[in-house]
C-alpha cells in the first residue's frame, strides 16, 4: 500500500473532525477535497467511506458528553424513575432527551432510505455544493441579525418538546437532500428560528448525530458489505481514529466559542467558500 493513501486518509479524517461539528458542511468538504486529491479506491468503497468515517466523529461525542446521554445510574440522577431498587438507576430525564431525539431523526431516516441512491445522483455535484453553502451561510447571517440583544425561549435540553424536535428534524431533511447544506448547519439554523439558544442548539444537533449517523454508517456497510481488502481496511480505519481526535478538540472548541460569540463566522466563511467553488467549477468545466 503506498504510504500516500494512508496520509490521503488521515487528511480526510482531518477535514472530517473539523467540518462534521463546524456548520460548514462536512459533506460538501469532502467532496471538495476528493475531487482534488481523490484516493485510489472504487467508487463503492467511497461511497461507504465518506459516510462511515463519521463514526469516529460520532465516538468523540459519545465520549465528552457520556454523563449528559447515558440514562442509567444512580449519581447525579435528577429525575429517577422510582426512588429504590431498579427503578432509581434509570434517569427519566435522559430517557425524554432521547425521545425526543428519536422523534427528530424520522423524517430524514424516511427521505434517506428511501430516495439516497437518487439524491446522491442528482445533487452530489460542485454546483448543489456551492448553492447550499451560500444559501445556509446567508441563513445563519440573517438569523444571527434578527436574533441580536434577544433572549432564547429554550435555554434547556429539557426545555426541548415533541414540536421543537420535529421541527429540527425537518430542517435535517435539507441537509439530508442537499450536500453542501451541513447537517449541524441545517438543525442549529433552524432550532435559533425556533427560539433555541446557540449553546442548546449545538448540544441538541451533536445528540441528534447520534443515531442519524449510526444509522447511516449501517446502511452503507450493509450496501457496501464486508468484502475489504487489507488496502480499504488501513483506510477506513485510519480515517475514522483521526476525525475521532479531531472531533475531540473541535467540539470542545465549538462549545466555548459560541458561549462568547454568534455563528456569523461561519456564514461568511460558507459563502466566500461558496463562491470560490462555483467559481473553480464554472473554470473547470469552461477548460474541460
Not at 488521515?10 to 463546524?22: A, H, K, R, Y
Not at 465520549?63 to 442509567?72: K, N, R, S, V
Request: hydrophobic share 55%; net charge neutral.
Amino acid at each position: 500500500m503506498e504510504i500516500i493513501e494512508i496520509l490521503k486518509a488521515v487528511l480526510f479524517g482531518i477535514v472530517e473532525g473539523i467540518t462534521e461539528w463546524l456548520p460548514i458542511s462536512s459533506t460538501g468538504h469532502m467532496i471538495l477535497l476528493n475531487e482534488i486529491m481523490p484516493l485510489k479506491v472504487s467508487d463503492e468503497f467511497y461511497s461507504m467511506f465518506e459516510v462511515v468515517i463519521q463514526l469516529g466523529a460520532i465516538m468523540a461525542v459519545v465520549i465528552l458528553f457520556w454523563d449528559q446521554i447515558w440514562p442509567f445510574g444512580k449519581k447525579n440522577n435528577n429525575e429517577p424513575l422510582t426512588k429504590k431498587r431498579i427503578g432509581a438507576w434509570i434517569k427519566t430525564d435522559i430517557f425524554k432527551l432521547w425521545f425526543h431525539i428519536l422523534v427528530s431523526t424520522v423524517p430524514a431516516a424516511i427521505i434517506g432510505i428511501l430516495f439516497d441512491k437518487t439524491f446522491e445522483r442528482l445533487f452530489y455535484n460542485y454546483t448543489t455544493v456551492a448553492i447550499m453553502l451560500i444559501l445556509f451561510g446567508v441563513a445563519f447571517i440573517i438569523v444571527e441579525t434578527r436574533h441580536k440583544g434577544k433572549n432564547a425561549k429554550i435555554n434547556t435540553l429539557a426545555d426541548i418538546g415533541y414540536d421543537t424536535a420535529i421541527l429540527i428534524g425537518v430542517f435535517q431533511v435539507i441537509a439530508a437532500i442537499f450536500p453542501g447544506t451541513s447537517r449541524s448547519g441545517a438543525t442549529i439554523v433552524g432550532a435559533l428560528l425556533i427560539g433555541v439558544s446557540r449553546t442548546v442548539a449545538a448540544e441538541y444537533t451533536f445528540f441528534l448525530a447520534i443515531p442519524v449517523m449510526f444509522g447511516a454508517s449501517l446502511l452503507k456497510i450493509w450496501g457496501f458489505g464486508l468484502h475489504f481488502s487489507l488496502d480499504e481496511a488501513v483506510i477506513l480505519i485510519v480515517g475514522m481514529v483521526v476525525a475521532f481526535v479531531v472531533s475531540l478538540i473541535v467540539i470542545q472548541f465549538l462549545m466555548g466559542y459560541i458561549k462568547k460569540h454568534d455563528f456569523k463566522v461561519f456564514g461568511w466563511y460558507r459563502i466566500i467558500l461558496g463562491a470560490i467553488v462555483l467559481i473553480c467549477g464554472i473554470l473547470g468545466a469552461i477548460h474541460g
